[in-house]
Structures are given as structure tokens and as C-alpha cells.
């Protein structure tokens, strides 16, 4: 299979409200042209050193998602170019990302990530901690930064009755939190699903799913 059939297969499979970001992580530049010409212009990475390079050689078209885990220090380096960021999960971290977004003009996209997952290994915040920021003075106070929705993953298993329990949780989650108000707050995006568990995702209301290896093939950490 190819990454442009591949593509072609998973748009057809999804509805048309549901965004596909292809998390082109550890996949070389090639990789990602041949997705982009087939008019593919969403692409998600989890590391920010990474994905600056990878911003400097392709089209400046290129929608570029943060996926991964933030190092505070080096949002600086994205700040210029990132279009959404996935996985804020601190206010210290949003503060940071609106700091370097004012430097240059900007105003950044963010999703709150929200922990949904057992496992101790996963990222994010509870959906209290959530609630705190966004009805905090000092939240509204950030003008370079914009909280559109909300990410999860769920716990690697494959137990899919568990992987849906939690999917299921985050969209209650989300039906809760978006009925606060602010400037700085558009709550329109759920970002929930990838590879393995996006069919699962889809049908509990994400809005954007993640996918990496089943475009791009296994990916190869050596
Ligand atoms: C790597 C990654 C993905 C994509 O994973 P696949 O299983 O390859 O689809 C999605 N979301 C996050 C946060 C990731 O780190």
C-alpha cells in the first residue's frame, strides 16, 4: 500500500465534519510530499526540533500540529509557525506559549489535554484543573492564545469496551467544560482517536483524530 492510498482510504472512511491530521513523527521528508501531493496539508509531530526542520524544507502551506509532550524551554522555537497545539497540560505552559506567540503577533491554537488514560505513564490534566484555568482572571488575561477544544488519549490496550469507556468520559468532559465563556476560549475541537482506536473515537465525537502508522507505516525508533 502507499501513503496516498492509505490517505484515500482512511477519507473515505471517516466523515466529513472529522479532521484527519497525519502524524508524520520520525517519517522523512519524502514521506510527508507524497502525502502533501495528493493535497493532504495536516500534519501532527511530537517532537519540536523535529518539526522545525521538517517546517523548513516543505511548503509553508503545511497546517503543523504539536502533538506531543511540551519541554516549556523550547516553545520559543515553534512559536513563529505552529498552528495547533495538542498537549498543553499546565497553565505554566499556556502562559509560555503566550508569551512566545506575542512576539510574534500571534495568536496560537490550543488544546487543553485532558488525562483519561489509567496508565501513570500518560500525559495531561484532570478535568478540575481544567475548569480552574479556563474560569480563572488570569486566563482571560491571554490575548496570544486561544483554547479550541480538548485532546485525550486513551490507554494502550486492547480492550476496546475500555478504550470506549474513555473516550466516553472525555466528551462528557468536554460537554461540561465548553459551556464556559471567555474571549480566548472557542471549544469546537476534540481530539481523540489514532490508528488503532479512531473508528472507536469517531463514533464517541471526536472531531480530530491522529494518525500516524496507518498512513505512514510502522514507524522505526532506531
Ligand atoms: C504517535 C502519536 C499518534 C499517532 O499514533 P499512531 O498509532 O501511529 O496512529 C497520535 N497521537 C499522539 C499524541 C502520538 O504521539
Not at 466529513?16 to 513523527?25: F, G, I, R, T, W
Not at 480566548?184 to 500516524?212: C, K, W
Request: charged letters at 25%; hydrophobic letters at 35%; one cysteine or more.
Amino acid at each position: 500500500m502507499s501513503i496516498a492510498l492509505n490517505l484515500k482510504h482512511i477519507k473515505n472512511t471517516i466523515p466529513v465534519n472529522v479532521e484527519l491530521v497525519a502524524v508524520s513523527k520520525t517519517k522523512p521528508i519524502e514521506a510527508i510530499l507524497e502525502a502533501y501531493n495528493t493535497g493532504h496539508k495536516v500534519f501532527g509531530e511530537n517532537k519540536i526540533q523535529e518539526m522545525v526542520e521538517k517546517y523548513n524544507q516543505l511548503p509553508k502551506d503545511i497546517e503543523w500540529h504539536m502533538i506531543g509532550h511540551l519541554q516549556r524551554n523550547k516553545v520559543k522555537y515553534m512559536a513563529e509557525f505552529v498552528y495547533l497545539i495538542h498537549g498543553v497540560d499546565s497553565f505554566k505552559t499556556l502562559k509560555e506559549i503566550n508569551k512566545q506567540a506575542k512576539k510574534h503577533q500571534r495568536v496560537i491554537n490550543c488544546l487543553l489535554q485532558i488525562k483519561i488514560a489509567k496508565e501513570e505513564t500518560k500525559f495531561g490534566m484532570d478535568v478540575n484543573e481544567a475548569s480552574s484555568i479556563l474560569t480563572s482572571e488570569e486566563f482571560k488575561l491571554l490575548e496570544n492564545i486561544c483554547i479550541t477544544g480538548f485532546m485525550g488519549m486513551a490507554s494502550f490496550t486492547n480492550n476496546s469496551e475500555i478504550v470506549r469507556e474513555e473516550f466516553k468520559t472525555l466528551k462528557q468532559h468536554y460537554n461540561t467544560l465548553k459551556t464556559y465563556t471567555s474571549n480566548n476560549f472557542q471549544p469546537l475541537t476534540l481530539s481523540m482517536g489514532m490508528s488503532g482506536d479512531y473508528q472507536i473515537a469517531i463514533e464517541e465525537g471526536s472531531t480530530m483524530i491522529r494518525v500516524g502508522s496507518l498512513i505512514f507505516g510502522e514507524r522505526n525508533y532506531n
